[in-house]
């Protein structure tokens, strides 16, 4: 019979309409609910209150749903007849040309996708009109979303196209178009997290913050900040088009009898195989080698992928018998290129841990605790990057010591029994190339390096960024006190203009007066002071309220504040104190947890009575951590304070009393 060379037939059209018309109509179904009618429900509720200044306001789980998972499902349906052989001989015998069947199939699937998606844009267009809550939606918002959804449900659309040509299982289409959209990041954050248990200095935030706008799963997380760009909807419309290019080529050489199985080309199944065994295996290295030993590392990559390995091979082969000598001398063979990536890894043969930056190619340098503060959307933000020569010097100095000595990254137990949260490091380099250079230290011990640490963390350089000095010295109108200790006290805020400016002056004085120590023990605290940005952001700054204000402490006393945010003995009703010898093993339980489990079991529990000793438990406990002396404060109205005192925090008389 004489094939047809139509690209539109009326037939085939007529055929997937009564066969998979459904999915069109629970799609069309699902926004209604999802938009049109979640915007009556607001608008007629009493949540007048809500800002609603594009669509991904009113809803946006739900949209992002039903914009993944419909065009996948509706590409596997359409195409199901690929992965049965009955249906694939049927189909492929009819009188029309593979391509001409192809591309029948993406039209009838691209009408089940942007009609109901249009459709659903008149709705929104029709109730935003009618109530006053929607004022602030504009054309161009609703806009904004026809476009931006119909390009991403026909990229996920095309793309599972695209993914169906490489499988002959339904199953196996829909799993494989899910971990591809998600692999670039995944993978990445993979490595990443493996690269930072074997390598020192590495940290995750180089392999995930610059690359995470590569899924488009984890782009559509972003719609509600209106962070899509149109350059980026561009891309994945070229995409679109190119994923069907890619299926349409595919589709010429792909064998019919190919149904069914797992990979339906043979050169892409090592692909599939290896490809599973290197993601098991990462995932058992970080299941086994995050709070593990070395041995435990090994382990878990041996077993995730030996595991990883057997369940490719019996998707590839559809049986369980794959207990044979040659796929066996296959993951030998993969075993003898890991073991030597690992070694070249392990011995640092590229120099990672060891490289210091020349003075003459730093243009700035960041040094600080938080490593998320180096993310794409703060990585222009001069306030963090000093060009100070002196200063960058002494930073470079630390790092040189930090890299000699390679102080090893303890567990979270060191963190928390000397109650000192800032004993993570970060160094960041702006170069004079233009790239970033970011290393991070977690948790480790500053013996021997101390004087090396003061020339740093003293300085002004690293006390502005630190604790945002720069926001302080701009218009603020109010500062907001939140104790740690909630129940003794209430947030208080104070907003008179002359309080204000003398507290910014007392706050910078204190803050300038700290030394490394009081840097370090950032666990003692009384709790955080908060103020606005100048700007529209409503972004709370926090400030760390030091026990070692002694300044502010005064004039919150001086002018009637200080028993209204800070514990005082008059708070206090009575205060016990249990002593575990050697200290507690318990790191990952807080002191009210502690003190309540060990006080069932030992007796060495004592009362305090003179409010003198009272007062200097009170100025020395930290509310977290782990140490010899647990803290258990009552209040009035049958309140409780828990707390811990370590090292050189426990009073003479407290250790006395178990003498």
């Given at each position: 019979?004489?094939?047809?060379?139509?690209?539109?037939?009326?037939?085939?059209?007529?055929?997937?309409?009564?066969?998979?018309?459904?999915?069109?109509?629970?799609?069309?179904?699902?926004?209604?609910?999802?938009?049109?009618?979640?915007?009556?429900?607001?608008?007629?509720?009493?949540?007048?209150?809500?800002?609603?200044?594009?669509?991904?306001?009113?809803?946006?789980?739900?949209?992002?749903?039903?914009?993944?998972?419909?065009?996948?499902?509706?590409?596997?349906?359409?195409?199901?007849?690929?992965?049965?052989?009955?249906?694939?001989?049927?189909?492929?015998?009819?009188?029309?040309?593979?391509?001409?069947?192809?591309?029948?199939?993406?039209?009838?699937?691209?009408f089940?996708?942007?009609?109901?998606i249009?459709?659903?844009?008149?709705?929104?267009?029709?109730?935003?009109?009618?109530?006053?809550?929607?004022?602030?939606?504009?054309?161009?918002?609703?806009?904004?979303?026809?476009?931006?959804?119909?390009?991403?449900?026909?990229?996920?659309?095309i793309?599972?196209?695209?993914?169906?040509?490489?499988?002959?299982?339904?199953?196996?289409?829909?799993i494989?178009?899910?971990?591809?959209?998600?692999?670039?990041?995944?993978?990445?954050?993979?490595?990443?997290?493996?690269l930072?248990?074997?390598?020192?200095?590495?940290?995750?935030?180089?392999?995930?913050?610059?690359?995470?706008?590569w899924?488009?799963?984890?782009?559509?997380?972003?719609?509600?900040?209106?962070?899509?760009?149109?350059w980026?909807?561009?891309?994945?419309?070229l995409?679109?088009?190119?994923?069907?290019?890619?299926?349409?080529?595919?589709?010429?050489?792909r064998?019919?009898?190919?149904?069914?199985?797992?990979i339906?080309?043979?050169?892409?199944?090592?692909?599939?195989?290896?490809g599973?065994?290197?993601?098991?295996?990462?995932?058992?290295g970080?299941?086994?080698?995050?709070?593990?030993?070395?041995?435990?590392?090994?382990?878990?990559?041996?077993?995730?992928?030996?595991?990883g390995?057997?369940?490719?091979?019996?998707?590839?082969?559809?049986?369980?018998?794959?207990?044979?000598?040659?796929?066996?001398?296959?993951?030998?063979?993969?075993?003898?290129?890991?073991?030597?990536?690992?070694?070249?890894?392990?011995?640092?043969v590229?120099?990672?841990?060891?490289?210091?930056?020349?003075?003459?190619?730093v243009?700035?340098?960041?040094?600080?605790?938080?490593?998320?503060?180096?993310?794409?959307t703060?990585?222009?933000?001069?306030?963090?990057?000093?060009s100070?020569?002196?200063?960058?010097?002494?930073?470079?100095?630390?790092?040189?010591?930090?890299?000699?000595?390679?102080?090893?990254?303890?567990?979270?137990?060191?963190?928390?029994?000397?109650?000192?949260?800032?004993?993570?490091?970060?160094?960041?380099?702006?170069?004079?190339?233009?790239?970033?250079?970011?290393?991070?230290?977690?948790?480790?011990?500053?013996?021997?390096?101390?004087?090396?640490s003061?020339?740093?963390?003293?300085?002004?350089?690293?006390?502005?960024?630190?604790?945002?000095?720069?926001?302080?010295?701009?218009?603020?109108?109010?500062?907001?006190f939140?104790?740690?200790?909630?129940?003794?006290?209430?947030?208080?805020?104070?907003?008179?203009?002359?309080?204000?400016?003398?507290?910014?002056?007392?706050?910078?004085?204190?803050?300038?007066?700290?030394?490394?120590?009081?840097?370090?023990?950032?666990?003692?605290?009384?709790?955080t002071?908060?103020?606005?940005?100048?700007?529209?952001?409503?972004?709370?700054?926090?400030?760390?309220w030091?026990?070692?204000?002694?300044?502010?402490?005064?004039?919150?006393?001086?002018?009637?504040?200080?028993?209204?945010?800070?514990?005082?003995?008059?708070?206090?009703?009575?205060?016990?104190?249990?002593?575990?010898?050697?200290?507690?093993?318990?790191?990952?339980?807080?002191?009210?947890?502690?003190?309540?489990?060990?006080?069932?079991?030992?007796?060495?529990?004592?009362?305090?009575?003179d409010?003198?000793?009272?007062?200097?438990?009170?100025?020395?406990?930290?509310?977290?951590?782990?140490?010899?002396?647990?803290?258990?404060?009552?209040?009035?109205?049958?309140?409780?304070?828990?707390g811990?005192?370590?090292?050189?925090?426990?009073?003479?008389?407290?250790?006395?009393?178990?003498?």
């Open positions: 019979m004489k094939s047809k060379v139509s690209y539109f037939n009326l037939g085939i059209q007529k055929q997937n309409l009564k066969q998979h018309g459904w999915i069109g109509l629970v799609f069309l179904i699902g926004w209604l609910f999802v938009l049109p009618l979640r915007m009556i429900e607001l608008a007629e509720s009493e949540r007048q209150f809500l800002e609603i200044n594009n669509m991904f306001d009113i809803t946006e789980t739900p949209q992002m749903l039903l914009t993944v998972g419909i065009p996948i499902i509706t590409g596997i349906f359409l195409f199901r007849y690929l992965q049965v052989s009955i249906a694939a001989d049927m189909m492929h015998s009819l009188p029309i040309k593979r391509g001409s069947l192809l591309v029948n199939q993406v039209i009838t699937g691209a089940m996708l942007l009609i109901p249009w459709l659903t844009g008149v709705a929104i267009s029709l109730v935003a009109s009618a109530y006053p809550l929607y004022n602030d939606l504009t054309a161009s918002n609703i806009w904004n979303w026809i476009v931006i959804m119909s390009v991403m449900s026909l990229f996920f659309f793309f599972t196209v695209f993914v169906s040509m490489l499988t002959g299982n339904s199953v196996i289409s829909g494989l178009t899910f971990i591809v959209l998600v692999l670039p990041v995944g993978l990445i954050s993979l490595i990443s997290a493996n930072s248990m074997l390598l020192y200095g590495y940290t995750t935030a180089n392999g995930t913050d610059n690359y995470i706008d899924s488009p799963i984890v782009l559509l997380t972003r719609t509600h900040n209106n962070d899509i760009d149109l980026q909807i561009g891309i994945y419309l995409l679109a088009i190119l994923s069907g290019v890619i299926a349409y080529v595919l589709y010429q050489f064998h019919v009898e190919m149904a069914t199985q797992a339906t080309f043979k050169p892409l199944r090592p692909v599939f195989k290896y599973v065994t290197v993601c098991a295996m990462l995932v058992g970080i299941y086994f080698g995050e709070n593990s030993s070395t041995h435990w590392t090994i382990f878990g990559y041996l077993c995730g992928s030996l595991i390995y057997l369940v490719a091979e019996m998707i590839l082969q559809k049986t369980w018998r794959v207990f044979r000598i040659k796929p066996l001398l296959g993951y030998v063979g993969y075993g003898i290129v890991m073991i030597l990536i690992g070694i070249g890894i392990i011995f640092d590229f120099g990672f841990e060891t490289n210091v930056p020349s003075a003459d190619a243009d700035s340098v960041y040094f600080g605790h938080n490593v998320h503060k180096l993310n794409d703060e990585i222009d933000n001069q306030s963090l990057f000093s100070n020569e002196n200063y960058i010097e002494n930073v470079r100095t630390f790092h040189k010591e930090i890299v000699s000595k390679q102080p090893e990254e303890s567990s979270s137990s060191y963190a928390q029994s000397t109650n000192s949260f800032n004993n993570t490091y970060v160094v960041g380099y702006r170069l004079e190339n233009g790239s970033m250079m970011v290393r991070e230290y977690r948790n480790i011990s500053l013996n021997g390096m101390e004087e090396k003061m020339a740093v963390m003293e300085t002004d350089d690293y006390k502005y960024q630190e604790y945002n000095l720069g926001e302080i010295d701009k218009s603020i109108s109010e500062f907001h939140f104790p740690d200790d909630y129940s003794s006290n209430e947030p208080l805020t104070i907003s008179n203009a002359k309080e204000v400016n003398e507290i910014r002056e007392i706050l910078k004085y204190e803050i300038s007066s700290m030394d490394v120590n009081d840097v370090m023990n950032s666990g003692n605290r009384w709790g002071i908060g103020f606005y940005k100048e700007d529209n952001t409503k972004q709370m700054i926090d400030i760390p030091h026990k070692s204000f002694e300044e502010l402490d005064i004039w919150l006393e001086n002018n009637d504040y200080l028993d209204q945010v800070r514990m005082s003995v008059e708070d206090v009703q009575s205060m016990e104190i249990l002593r575990i010898p050697g200290g507690s093993v318990d790191i990952y339980k807080m002191p009210g947890q502690v003190f309540s489990e060990r006080s069932e079991q030992n007796d060495s529990i004592r009362e305090l009575e409010e003198a000793v009272i007062e200097e438990v009170i100025q020395n406990y930290s509310p977290n951590g782990t140490g010899e002396y647990y803290v258990h404060i009552r209040h009035a109205g049958d309140s409780n304070t828990y811990v005192l370590s090292g050189d925090q426990v009073p003479e008389e407290v250790e006395s009393l178990f003498n």
